[in-house]
């Protein structure tokens, strides 16, 4: 018996490993990311989520049982530019009135100095501060707002009680790309606002569709229907 030199297996194995290789691979590299670099929170507006906190900044405590949160959003850092200006002002006209004036002894414009730099620092401190402690909240049934250093407060607004809802932004702000976002109650409450946030235009219009649902979800009418009830007919007129 002759033998047939197999040449066809080593062919037929090259050709699968050929085929292996051009495949693309169902892995990480080909797949894009789930992770938390990639992905946005539940019901943040698109284009705004650079300036949304991370999840759950706020204490659960804080939340109503079934409340569900939407997003969470710091101010932006030039808060603490802003909230800085009025008191390290002040300290700038100290520094500035102990390194000008000459006629000064030596000693007092080096102290005016020091506090003038003082006053300075410490405003821009406790400023930085207020920004960490600050958080605004959109849940699918309030707005409320987080704040304080050393006693944190939290107020917090219903949707179906937002009367009205706009932005304001003076001239520095719209140039640098924020603005704040005020709510006005309809009824005793007090008002509240969300200062100084990025992109306050996207961010209202995402809150103002929020109220837009939750009030539409609302039962209209003085009562609630209780289910399973039989409405009664109306009495005749006699």
């Not at 030039?78 to 002040?90: C, E, G, K, M, N």
């Amino acid at each position: 018996m002759v033998s047939m030199p197999l040449k066809d297996k080593p062919l037929a194995r090259a050709s699968a490993e050929g085929a292996a290789e051009d495949r693309p691979f169902g892995g990480a590299q080909d797949r894009p990311f789930g992770g938390a670099q990639d992905r946005t929170m539940s019901g943040s507006p698109e284009g705004v989520h650079e300036g949304l906190a991370a999840p759950r900044i706020i204490a659960p405590t804080l939340l109503l049982p079934a409340e569900v949160v939407i997003f969470e959003l710091k101010p932006s850092l030039w808060y603490v530019v802003f909230a800085s200006v009025p008191i390290a002002a002040i300290g700038a006209a100290i520094l500035f009135f102990a390194w000008t004036i000459r006629e000064l002894p030596e000693s007092l414009r080096h102290g005016g100095a020091v506090i003038g730099m003082g006053i300075i620092g410490l405003r821009v401190a406790v400023a930085l501060l207020e920004w960490l402690g600050r958080t605004y909240v959109l849940t699918d049934r309030r707005v409320l707002k987080q704040y304080g250093v050393v006693n944190v407060e939290v107020r917090s607004l219903g949707l179906e009680e937002v009367a009205n809802s706009f932005v304001a932004q003076a001239a520095a702000q719209r140039i640098l790309g924020i603005g704040t976002i005020f709510f006005q109650a309809s009824a005793a409450h007090g008002d509240l606002a969300w200062e100084h946030v990025r992109r306050p235009n996207k961010i209202h219009a995402r809150v103002v569709d929020q109220i837009a649902r939750w009030k539409r979800s609302q039962p209209s009418g003085p009562c609630l229907a209780v289910p399973g009830a039989i409405a009664k007919p109306p009495a005749p007129p006699e």
